[in-house]
């Protein structure tokens, strides 16, 4: 991409920094309904008797800050009305409608499949029993996009395919401060032409296949896409795909903490671009691997890494600067085990 052709870079995003979750009281409504403070009715089994306030501020950094494809930065359903779900039926019903949302994930709910999250939603688990368990979310479809959603502080466990799915040309997602763990198939997945992604300080864990870039080695129409920043998430225990990349640059592996994945870190391959920086690798025999499997090989740039009780990593031709889009501070890697132990998954962010 020519320099006069890439998105500006952004500090923050105004309109995340400002995301707050508003109290919701609950007013008497029809039977087998509950009605919220501004008087429209909730889907039975919306949590809204007596007040619920939890706030969930915060703003992402990396990628999904970016001014792009018509999208200033990722700021979910900030504005937008807010509902706190407890149903299946609820959070099918509140993610797939047209238009800004602000939706509470409160206790445990048990889902069937993928369900499909369209544009302008914020998906913010409640304390930190929130979890969404036997199926996934599925960021877009091929008809509705799934741009400009935030998903944060919720316990993905038992999906039936991904926890989380990001696809379908989905841009401006923040996958932050989550729990995940053993599910049928990938962790989390982003693919299918998407783009301007950061997943943050999530816990990966019980689980072999954690997080893919790129949906195979057929699928050229990824090359200029899958723009993600992946920083301070604990890949622990996880087997591969820390994450597995196919022809997407620049990808920025920052600041993450490995530990005892037992087949590799980070693989690049299929030309793709990736810069593994100031990360943390402990008993990992190959943190880095340049093409896997029967993909061909890609470019990877590595820089002030820690390697403890692991192998050497591969490294290959050079990448496209994340600085090119964004700035970032780099933390000390040795510092990145307690960091990032201590603050990865749900219940870390007052929400």
């Not at 998105?7 to 409504?29: D, E, I, K, N």
């Not at 920052?254 to 671009?273: I, P």
């Amino acid at each position: 991409m020519n320099a006069e052709h890439r998105p500006r870079p952004r500090l923050r995003s105004a309109a995340a920094a400002a995301l707050l979750v508003t109290a919701l009281t609950g007013a008497g409504g029809a039977a087998g309904a509950d009605t919220t403070a501004s008087g429209t009715t909730a889907l039975p089994g919306t949590v809204t008797a007596g007040k619920l306030a939890a706030a969930c501020t915060g703003t992402p950094t990396g990628f999904a800050t970016v001014d792009a494809l018509g999208q200033n930065g990722t700021t979910g359903g900030a504005g937008g009305p807010v509902v706190t779900v407890t149903t299946a039926a609820a959070l099918k019903d509140h993610v797939g409608r047209a238009g800004p949302y602000v939706i509470q994930v409160s206790g445990r709910i048990q889902v069937s499949g993928m369900l499909t999250v369209v544009a302008n939603k914020s998906i913010l688990g409640v304390g930190t029993t929130a979890e969404i368990t036997g199926g996934g979310l599925q960021l877009g479809s091929t008809t509705r996009p799934g741009n400009n959603v935030i998903i944060r502080n919720i316990r993905f466990t038992g999906a039936e395919d991904d926890s989380i799915s990001v696809t379908n040309k989905a841009h401006h997602v923040w996958i932050d401060h989550n729990d995940l763990s053993d599910g049928y198939d990938g962790l989390l997945d982003i693919k299918r032409e998407s783009d301007f992604v950061t997943v943050s300080w999530n816990h990966f864990h019980h689980h072999s296949k954690s997080a893919l870039l790129g949906h195979s080695d057929n699928y050229p129409a990824d090359v200029g896409k899958l723009r993600v920043t992946y920083h301070h998430n604990f890949f622990d225990g996880t087997d591969q795909r820390h994450p597995r990349v196919r022809f997407a640059e620049p990808v920025h592996v920052l600041n993450n903490y490995y530990r005892n994945n037992a087949l590799y870190g980070v693989a690049s391959t299929e030309n793709a671009g990736v810069l593994v920086e100031g990360n943390y690798f402990e008993n990992v025999a190959h943190p880095i691997y340049v093409g896997y499997d029967k993909s061909g090989p890609g470019r990877v740039v590595e820089r002030n890494n820690r390697y403890v009780g692991s192998g050497t990593p591969q490294t290959a031709g050079t990448v496209v600067e994340p600085r090119t889009y964004y700035p970032y501070t780099v933390d000390d890697p040795a510092t990145v085990p307690a960091t990032v132990s201590a603050g990865a998954g749900v219940g870390k962010i007052g929400c």
